[in-house]
């Protein structure tokens, strides 16, 4: 990010994310750096957490909060399914000008024809017995 990201917590800098594995989930910290001190001869870096969520990209879903698109993790198939909710909400909350809508319409019939092709392939791949995966 060439920008400096916010903290959605406490609102100041994030000097940098942290990413904790723990029992096999997947938890995001941003990290505050707060400077050093000096005691005893050592020098110990000073940070403040701020706990982002599991799985959840917070940091990143605030550049898209006026659209209400909340940033979930990988482990959430249904992602894409809340992705496409938030924003067809989206469209009755924010004011967009004819421009606007058609190149968001263009978007959308691009997409459908892409996901039409899709579709057929895996039909096609599933009644030609072919397992998916593995
Ligand atoms: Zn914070």
Same mark, same amino acid.
């Given at each position: 990010m060439s920008e400096r990201s916010v903290c959605p917590r406490c609102g100041a800098p994030i000097s940098w994310v942290e990413r904790q594995v723990k029992g096999g989930r997947v938890y995001y910290y941003a990290v505050h750096y707060l400077g050093y001190t000096k005691s005893g001869g050592k020098i110990r870096k000073k940070v403040r957490r701020c706990y982002l969520g599991p799985e959840a990209y917070e940091y990143v879903t605030r550049l898209h909060r006026d659209l209400g698109i909340v940033l979930e993790g990988? *482990? *959430?198939?249904r992602r894409v399914v809340h992705y496409l909710d938030a924003f067809v909400e989206s469209l009755s909350r924010v004011e967009l000008d004819r421009p606007t809508l058609v190149e968001i319409l263009n978007k959308l019939r691009y997409l459908a024809q892409r996901l039409e092709g899709y579709v057929r392939k895996l039909e096609e791949l599933e009644k030609g017995g072919v397992t998916k995966g593995g």
């Open positions: 990988a *482990v *959430v198939d």
